[in-house]
C-alpha cells in the first residue's frame, strides 16, 4: 500500500531549499564564466592549444597520448577538463582566481 500523503513544507524549510538551490546555480555560473573567460583569453595569445606538441601531435595535459584535434583546444574534453580542475584547485584552497590565460599557465 502506498500512502498518498502530500509532505508539508514550512516556508523556512522551503526558503532554505530554494537558497541552497540558488548558491549551486551561482556557483556552476561563476565557474562557467571563468572558464569561458580563460577560453577567450587563451585564443589571444595561442592559435593552436598551447598544450600540444607539433611536432609529435601529443598533448601535454593527457600526456601518453596523440591529440586527436590537430591542436584545436576550443571545447576540447581534455583542454575544458584542465581548467575545471584548476577552478576547483583555486576555489577549494580559497586562493583568488587568475583573470587571465598567462596567470593561469604561470601558476603550474
Request: charged residues 40%; aromatic residues 12%; proline residues 3%.
Amino acid at each position: 500500500m502506498s500512502s498518498n500523503k502530500s509532505v508539508k513544507m514550512s516556508e523556512e524549510e522551503i526558503d532554505k531549499a530554494l537558497e541552497k538551490a540558488e548558491k549551486e546555480a551561482e556557483k556552476k555560473d561563476h565557474k562557467k564564466i571563468w572558464m569561458d573567460k580563460m577560453m577567450k583569453s587563451a585564443k589571444t595569445y595561442y592559435k593552436v592549444c598551447p598544450y600540444y606538441d607539433k611536432k609529435t601531435s601529443k598533448c601535454f595535459l593527457s600526456l601518453s597520448s596523440k591529440c586527436n584535434r590537430d591542436g584545436k583546444y576550443e571545447n576540447c574534453p581534455v583542454f575544458l577538463d584542465f581548467l575545471d580542475n584548476k577552478y576547483k584547485e583555486f576555489t577549494s584552497k580559497k586562493k583568488i582566481l587568475p583573470l587571465d590565460f598567462l596567470d593561469l599557465a604561470q601558476s603550474v
